[in-house]
């Protein structure tokens, strides 16, 4: 006796497949997405666009039809302040700020999110004692610098490196690695 019911030759469980895309559905999928997860405008946009996408290779369609819907179920979004981009990218860049990120990081992050560039660079502007407070984080993370376990001498320019990879400049990240012990053990 068989056992398959439903399950592909390879053993996965078989997907069901994509119903026909209407307004409706779009406004849901919006909503149903927007429940779960914070997102600026671009970014429900390309959520939306791949479902639509999805269901038109299915369906032998042209997914062209369907842009003028996916601008509405957006636009409807945003006028209704379920999507805000600047509220996205201060809440966002004050998490990543707070898990060590530098201002660049936490600007490159949120342009690929879809923010606007000049509203990401609004956002993850910040003084130079954030960034200093940001990359103490960010070393005390990797365990670099005063953190670190091995020879503070030996692994000093690999350290710098680091800082300078998570988008950390220079002056900072020497600051950092080249600190006084005792300070940078209080943080």
């Known amino acids: 006796m068989a056992f398959g019911g439903g ?4 053993g996965r469980p078989e997907r069901r497949a994509p119903r026909k895309i209407t307004a409706y559905d779009l406004q849901r999928a919006a909503m149903h997405y927007l429940e779960r997860y914070a997102a600026p405008a671009a970014q429900l946009r390309r959520v939306l666009a791949r479902k639509v996408a999805l269901s038109c290779r299915h369906h032998e369609q042209d997914p062209a039809i369907f842009e003028p819907m996916l601008d509405e179920v957006v636009a409807r979004c945003v006028s209704s302040g379920l999507v805000d ?10 998490t990543l700020k707070r898990k060590g990120r530098s201002s660049r990081a936490v600007e490159a ?6 923010v606007p560039r000049e509203l990401a660079r609004e956002a993850s502007a910040g ?3 954030d960034e200093l407070a940001a990359a103490r984080k960010a070393a005390r993370r ?11 001498a030996a692994s000093r320019q690999k350290d710098l490196a680091a800082l300078a990879r998570a988008g950390f400049n220079m002056t900072i990240a020497r600051a950092v690695i080249d600190g006084a012990g005792d300070e940078a053990m209080q943080d």
Do not use: T, V
């Not at 399950?7 to 390879?10: A, I, K, M, P």
């Not at 981009?85 to 004050?94: G, P, S, T, V």
């Not at 992050?109 to 879809?114: E, R, V």
């Not at 990797?142 to 503070?152: F, M, Q, Y």
């Open 127 to 129: 003084s130079e004692e």
């Open 109 to 114: 992050s949120l342009s690929a999110k879809g």
């Open 85 to 94: 981009d600047q509220r996205f990218a201060q809440a966002r860049a004050a």
């Open 7 to 10: 399950c592909s030759d390879r």
């Open 142 to 152: 990797k365990r670099l610098g005063p953190w670190s376990r091995g020879d503070r």
